[in-house]
């Protein structure tokens, strides 16, 4: 199937967006917190009104979404994001800056399975890695460029700025979206997936293999995002970082993610066309981040620590795309909630592990037991689902049938 290029490009230039939107606010936490006079944990409410919006809304609207509805609810959560972030902008009080966190948070639960449901069905199952895995990538550039670029403008110019340039990129956005999307919906009609006649067994093996699955997501997650919420403290403790340097450190960090989800996008399509899952890239890129974080952790040495946390997040933008590519890769029946489900578990994920880990002395031997802990439950989970899919997609014939 040839992909239509120029939707795929606007919706890469969606998921930039919101690589940019989700992350630019962190560093931004101390200047809102003064200009609105609150403390810095509370200025952190910012990020967890966006979260927990995203992860509330996300599999609901998805376990509502339709052929028919998928792109007015794209449309829509873009619409929701312009004015979230604009809200943002100019909120004169914290509450308005919290509402407006909260309406960009369900914009994202509308807009982004959705989008990662459309981008999939595009194209063929062995192309289906390349492009997802350039979506990730493509999220990670708006991390990489985005978050520099918002602490520039804040201190050049004002923290609100950067929300208002956020806002009018998703208003550009949305011209193309409308007319993209409904150019596709009208060339394709209205056709709604048929229901699955597969046996029940069939059914509940392919549900406990994606359940299996998406414990691997939250334990990896939680293993691999909760540990790097604390890179930042453990380099300025340990080798006296500067400012500079952890903007040098978080590049390379998002430059490695972005190789990796790109390096594991083509990799799922090799597995595809030799009939094997994405999840066995999923385990390769786990087991290859837990070796890495061990020694970035372990070492004293600032230059291992660098290597080693470059590596570290090359497999861990693998392990994402990868992730991101088998959930995509379901029927058109589950796609959706899928995609919604492993984005609101890796959010739990993060949030279980950060808290987690914080309660260990930063990078001291109990830290690095626990968070490769997390990540053997992650990688046996995925060994688990491997073999639940393996036996859904080769069921035993039933004797029963069989004899008949």
Do not use: K
Request: net charge positive; hydrophobic share 55%.
């Amino acid at each position: 199937m040839t992909r239509p290029r120029a939707m795929v490009h606007v919706l890469y230039g969606f998921f930039f967006l919101m690589g940019a939107e989700t992350y630019v606010v962190n560093p931004l936490i101390p200047t809102i917190g003064r200009a609105m006079r609150v403390d810095a944990p509370a200025a952190a409410i910012t990020v967890t009104a966006f979260v927990i919006a995203y992860a509330i809304s996300a599999p609901l609207v998805a376990a509502v979404a339709t052929p028919r509805r998928r792109p007015w609810l794209v449309i829509a959560g873009t619409v929701m994001f312009a004015v979230g972030n604009l809200a943002c902008g100019v909120a004169w009080t914290f509450d308005v800056m919290i509402a407006g966190r909260v309406l960009a948070g369900v914009g994202a639960g509308l807009a982004a399975p959705s989008v990662w449901t459309l981008l999939s069905a595009m194209v063929s199952d062995d192309q289906r890695g390349r492009v997802v895995g350039y979506g990730v990538a493509a999220y990670g550039a708006g991390q990489v460029l985005g978050v520099p670029l918002g602490a520039f403008l804040a201190e050049v110019v004002s923290w609100r700025l950067a929300f208002v340039a956020i806002a009018a990129g998703f208003t550009v956005l949305i011209p193309p979206l409308v007319v993209l999307l409904r150019r596709r919906y009208q060339s394709s009609g209205s056709h709604t997936p048929a229901a699955d006649q597969s046996a029940p067994q069939l059914r509940y093996a392919v549900f406990g293999a994606l359940v299996l699955a998406l414990l691997a997501t939250f334990f990896v997650q939680a293993g691999r995002l909760g540990a790097y919420s604390f890179v930042s403290s453990i380099a300025e403790m340990r080798y006296s970082s500067t400012t500079n340097d952890q903007g040098l450190i978080g590049l390379a960090a998002g430059l490695g993610a972005i190789g990796g989800s790109i390096t594991a996008g083509r990799l799922c399509d090799y597995l595809t066309r030799h009939t094997r899952s994405a999840l066995w890239a999923s385990m390769g890129f786990a087991l290859i981040f837990m070796a890495f974080a061990i020694v970035s952790f372990a070492t004293r040495s600032p230059i291992l620590f660098l290597v080693t946390l470059v590596g570290w997040c090359v497999a861990g933008g693998g392990f994402y795309s990868a992730q991101q590519v088998f959930f995509s890769s379901q029927s058109d029946t589950i796609r959706q909630s899928a995609i919604a489900w492993n984005g609101t578990v890796m959010n739990i994920g993060i949030a279980a592990g950060t808290t987690l880990l914080g309660h260990f002395a930063l990078g001291g031997t109990v830290f690095i037991v626990a968070m490769a802990g997390l990540a053997t439950v992650g990688i046996v989970m995925l060994g688990a689902s491997l073999a639940v899919y393996a036996r859904s997609r080769n069921p035993v014939p039933d004797p029963l049938v069989a004899v008949r």
